[in-house]
């Protein structure tokens, strides 16, 4: 299964700091046989931006999954979710409900998170949050679903 990472970030991008969230989602798939990153990119909090990669990886790239970190937060430069409802066809709410109910148990504040998942064709984006913890918290759990997924797409 093809994978492409877009990790969303005005700072990363800006190189005031390193991006975190890529090597840790790169760490998660090199475990598992089946899947391989192909593409990486590093964009800022735009949502015409994000809109825009999402669209060529999915639709040129032909990517089976699509993973976004970053950007799912309350503040209104957080625009990763609002781009990815604009872009797929379908959504699928599940993935989100259980990033907040399964981040609740580590911070009160994952009420306030916003990641959403959903198919365009036949790639399924899902958001996952910037913070490499919360990824490392999520990811692994996400494994079985995404190979359902590509299974029975």
Not at 37 to 54: A, G, M, R, S, Y
């Amino acid at each position: 299964m093809n994978i492409g990472i877009v990790s969303v970030s005005d700072r990363a991008f800006n190189k005031v700091y390193q991006d975190q969230g890529i090597p840790e989602i790169e760490k998660i798939f090199s475990s598992v046989n089946t899947f391989k990153v192909l593409k990486k990119v590093i964009i800022p909090d735009e949502k015409e931006t994000i809109k825009e990669n999402l669209v060529e990886l999915s639709d040129i790239d032909k990517l089976d999954i699509i993973i976004t970190t970053g950007g799912t937060g309350p503040s209104s430069r957080d625009v990763t979710p609002d781009a990815t409802l604009e872009v797929i066809d379908r959504e699928y709410p599940g993935f989100g409900e259980y990033m907040r109910l399964e981040s609740l148990k580590y911070s009160k504040n994952a009420i306030l998170s916003r990641q959403t998942a959903g198919s365009r064709g036949n790639t399924l984006i899902v958001n996952l949050p910037g913070n490499p913890k919360s990824i490392s918290e999520l990811l692994p759990n996400l494994i079985n679903q995404l190979e359902h997924f590509i299974e029975k797409r």
